[in-house]
Structures are given as C-alpha cells and as structure tokens.
C-alpha cells in the first residue's frame, strides 16, 4: 500500500528559533516518515516581508540545514526550494483567478499582518492562493498545520472546489489538514509568545554561551512561587514528574532554576549543533537541487492536468 502524500513548508525569514523547533520542526521530524514527505523552502513568501537578498540566500541555506539537523533524511524526504519550481507562481496565478477579492480579504494571516504594521504589498493580499498551489501541486493528502492555521487549508480547498466545479470535478485533490497537536505557547524571554517579530527568543543552533544569555534574562515573577515562564520551556524538555521536585526544591532560587534549564537545553541541542556545524552551503545545494527534480516530477504532471482541464495548453 503506497503512502499518503505530506506536505509542510518553512519561511525563509529568518534565523529559528526553540519555538519553532517544538511548533514545527520537531512534529515533522517526529512523522515524516509515516508519509511521501515533501518539505518546502517557502521563499517565495518570504518576499512579501523581507528585502533583503543577503538575508533570504543566508536563511534559505540556515533552514535547510536546521532540518538536517534535527534528523531529516533528504533521502526520505523531498527537501526543495519553492522559487526553484516555477510551476508554483503558474498555478498560484491560476488559482488567484478563481476566488474574488472580498474573499481574499477574510485571511485572518492578512488582517493580522497589517494589523501589525506590516505593509499590505499585492503579495501578502494574494499569498493564500500561492499557498493553495504549493498543496495542491503535488496531489497532497494531508498537511500539518496548527489550530490557528486551520484557515490556510479552508482557503485552499475553496478554490480547489471552485476550479474544480468550473473545469471538472477531478482537476484538482482537496487536501485534509492534519491538525498537530498543540505544544501550548512558547513563551519568550518577556514572557509573550515567542517570536522572531518581537525579539524575544531563545535562538535555536546558537552557541552555549548566547543561549545561557538569553534563559538568564526570561523574567520571572517576583513573589516566591516557581517562575512560570522558566518552567513552561523546562517542560518542552522534561516531564512534570522530573521537574517538580527540583523547582520545589529551588523554590524562589529563579538563578539556579534558570541555569538547570540552560544546561538542559545544552543536554537537548548540543549534539544537533554539533552536527548542523559539518553541514557546508554546498551540502545543502545538493540536497536542493536533487530536491527540485523529484518535486518536478510530480508538479509537471499536476500543472499538465490543469493547463489542459482549463484550455491553454495546445
């Protein structure tokens, strides 16, 4: 019996951070191979925020070696960079086609961006449809999402439906979001979620002595209980059973409790740093580009179908 198909991508906006590990990162390493996986390099998204093409070749070569990192087999899985498949811009522009503007205007992802400041570019507007065909290209049957992301899949399957009524019921596969279960919020070192956009993170893959910097400056509370955001991270590494009695223990010592917690994640990461430092830039040219071809093989036929179903091709 063939596997079911996956699908997961990863902006290229920046260096990651324990946040994303435990959000992302570690649930596709933790199911990846139950599938045909395919984890995309979404650089394409990436533009509608950043601009700076030094960063984006710099976080392109960093996320893909985060993955390596952490235990994904480019053998076992298809690792790409969107920008290297055109067949994504051709049929998100297909796809942009099928749904209206006040449609488009719904995506919780683009009131929420503009609400913060971040400029409303034709991009972010349309960036649902672009999504849509990054799914959709290769026949994909589930795809990992969190709670709040559950929309992303409501957007895509609305205008698969709506091609697929238009030009025929098979042209495209509505996907089914497999919802990941919820790690709670990563608190930063402010105590808000954890987030590149806020400066609050403890980094990823960076040295000992920067991410004993970042642990020692969580703050704490001040009336003697355990120091809650310190021991929400403690327990992505460890269970209640192990902590307990040590925060008990350490009751009102937030110093000696944000030291255990540095060390551990020492414990945790230390050996994936380790092996993220032997991978070069052209080990991760490699995987791309072996990649992109098996990721083609599939979205070729894909676009195939819809340029016939729609009439352009001749």
Known sequence: ?????????????????????????????????????????????ALTSLRDPEAMRRNTLNVVKDYLAAGVDPEKAVIFRQSDNQDHTELGWIL??????????????????????????????TYPMLQAADITLYDVDVVPV????????????????????AYGDDVLKEPQEKI???????PGIDGQKMSKSYGNTIPLFAPQAEVEKAVMSIVTDSDGDRPENVYVIHRLLKSAEELDPIYEEHKGRYGDL????????????GPMREKREQISDDDVKAVLANGVKRAKEVSKATLARVRDAIGISM
């Open 180 to 186: 990941l279960d919820a790690v709670g919020v990563v």
């Open 258 to 269: 944000k030291k255990l917690l540095a060390a551990d994640l020492e414990a945790y990461f």
């Open 96 to 125: 942009d086609c099928m749904v209206t503007v006040p449609f488009l205007m719904q995506a919780h992802s683009y009131k929420d961006k503009v609400a913060k400041g971040i400029e409303p570019n034709a991009g972010l507007f």
């Open 146 to 165: 969190g709670e709040d992301q559950r929309q992303h899949l409501e957007y895509t399957r609305e205008a698969v439906g709506k091609l697929n009524r």
């Open 1 to 45: 019996m063939s596997k079911k198909r996956l699908l997961t991508g990863l902006q290229s906006s920046g260096d990651l951070h324990i946040g994303n590990y435990f959000g992302a990162l570690k649930p596709f390493v933790d199911m990846y191979e139950e599938y045909e996986s395919f984890l995309m390099i979404a650089d394409y998204h």
